[in-house]
T-cell receptor, first 115, second 117 residues
């Protein structure tokens, strides 16, 4: 079935370092892809999304490009801040047997940014 | 501002108790979801509802039931709580899918951390 694989964390970086969090997927058809972020003590919130191949989602300095040829949607940021410390989830739409759609999530990657 | 609220942030129950987790959204969304979040497993879908009184099983429905009597409210019920249901429970909602198949963002509540002793 459809699934998402993320790199395991935690990822520990110094402030202003470059960030990459890898995400690959397996899916039938053409899913939409998402990155969600969960700050400590909060629910998930959408960070960015891409709905078709070669789309680039971007928000708050984060970017990810939908690569159909490599089935990937890696998250990048050029210069991380302490406030970016959170858990990041990659997700894709899942077309269920009933024709309804839901999201399937990766296991999450914890990012810790040190001053 | 978009809002999904959950009835409790923290809950402690005993094995065998009946547990109700409530979720309310104020965005007039048709679709509502219940997930559980466990370390190393990410989020797993328990149930979702695409309309009032309608429900569909997710990946891990065993031991749970749901109720959607009003559009804005989606309840998760643990008929007889067990220790392996200790987890973080997240509720989410989204608008109905459009004919094009593009998927709209899900809005999440803050979560309920349930401990079953």
């Amino acid at each position: 079935g459809d699934s998402v694989t993320q790199m395991e964390g935690p990822v520990t970086l110094s402030e202003e370092a470059f960030l990459t969090i890898n995400c690959t997927y397996t899916a039938t058809g053409y899913p939409s892809l998402f990155w969600y972020v969960q700050y400590p003590g909060e629910g998930l919130q959408l960070l960015l999304k891409a709905t078709k191949a070669d789309d680039k989602g971007s928000n708050k300095g984060f970017e990810a490009t939908y690569r159909k040829e490599t089935t990937s949607f890696h998250l990048e940021k050029g210069s991380v801040q302490v406030s970016d410390s959170a858990v990041y989830f990659c997700a894709l739409t899942l077309l269920m047997d009933t024709g309804r759609r839901a999201l399937t999530f990766g296991s999450g990657t914890r990012l810790q940014v040190q001053p | 501002d978009v809002k999904v609220t959950q009835s409790s942030r923290y809950l402690v129950k005993r094995t065998g108790e009946k547990v109700f987790l409530e979720c309310v959204q104020d965005m007039d969304h048709e679709n509502m979801f219940w997930y559980r979040q466990d370390p190393g497993l990410g989020l797993r879908l328990i149930y979702f509802s695409y309309d009032v009184k309608m429900k569909e099983k997710g990946d891990i429905p065993e031991g749970y039931s749901v109720s959607r009597e009003k559009k804005e409210r989606f309840s998760l019920i643990l008929e007889s709580a067990s220790t392996n249901q200790t987890s973080m429970y997240l509720c989410a909602s989204t608008v109905r899918d459009r004919a094009s198949g593009s998927y709209n963002e899900q809005f999440f509540g803050p979560g309920t951390r349930l401990t079953v002793l």
